[in-house]
């Protein structure tokens, strides 16, 4: 493919650039670092000034309400969002229910969830990963079991991020026992405040609250709620999780920890001087930057496949996912051991109000320690190492 400069997604950056220097409250810069969703009042408040722009639905069509950008496009965005540190958007909403919803609901299920999305008024959570079901997606055991015009779940969710904050979930549940493992499944949308919803926080090696265990006792959901036919379940999530490609790697998260290095390597000192002059940080520094545009020429040519609806995609993706996640952690590390002993000072909540010890480039230094450990899960979640690897290997060697 050609990876000459293009013109115009030159000018497109420059437009964001200039619209979130304008346009992002003072108040809301810088935070959180990228790991964790911003507060509720956050979300709502950047969510509007993305609509007062048209930009409400960045990653959607826009027959859907959407900007219709392309890949690139979208890839540019997050960029520059998370260069200037703006609050985040609802992911889950945007990046993941919003496609299937546009996708395979129905006209009133539309009507219902989508004002919301835009408005950023109703945050939610995915129920997918299971005790002993996370990477075996399709082994799930919650039950859905039919009644008049409701299902009754009953079952155990793990990891489901966010779900003390959600007040909706789309989950997958098992509604027909007998079938084989994929062709079981259905999805649901289900109200948080339902009878029978019970979450229980599971406190992560950064020592933050955004994981939760989420039980089902007897929740009474109703079939209205149910997206697809019973049985699509599976179908549905293979769109979804298939949805993108060129953004497994993060890149946003690779150029802001670049960005950040070079800022430590002028301002940091070892001794007399500079970090920069000592040879094995300039070395490293190098290398990290090497990686980082090779990462970038690739999500070029996955966004260039996904465009051309090339199946080769999917294993590129899968590529991109474990170089890119790798990448996250030995780059956060990097961070820390940069900062010497402030890089060990560690924040127990992102949120946390207080008095703060000194530390050099202050809104880059707080909670990098949090943010290392947060990335040691990078390589898990959204699918396995492991799991990329044998998608890879299947698609390659045709296994």
Known sequence: MDFQPDAGLDTFRQDVREFVRAGLPAELAGKPRGSVRSQRAEVERWQRVLNEKGWGAPYWAQKDGGTGWSVLQQLIFDE????????????????????????????????????????GTRLWCQGFSEPGSGSDLASLRTRADRDGDHYVVNGQKIWTSYAHEADWIFLLVRTDQEARKQAGITFLLVDMKTPGITVRPIRSIDDCHHLNETFFDNVRVPVANRIGAEGDGWKITKFLLNNEHATAADLP????????????AASQKAGRNSLIARHEFALRLARFDAEVNAIAMMVKRVAAMEQDHSPAAHAMGS?????GTELQQRMSEFLVESLGDYGAVAYPEPHAEGAEPPLPMQGMGRGIANEMFFRRAS???????????GIIAKAVFQL
């Open 80 to 119: 520059e969002c998370v260069a200037a540190g703006t609050p985040t958007q609802d992911g889950f909403a945007q990046k993941l229910l919003g496609p299937v919803l546009n996708a395979f609901a129905s006209p009133e299920q539309k009507a219902e969830h989508l004002p919301h999305i835009f408005s």
């Open 253 to 264: 998260i690779l150029k802001r920890y670049l960005m950040e290095i070079r800022k430590l």
């Open 319 to 323: 590529m991109l996912k474990i170089r």
């Open 379 to 389: 390589t898990i979640y959204g699918g396995t190492s492991e799991v990329q690897r």
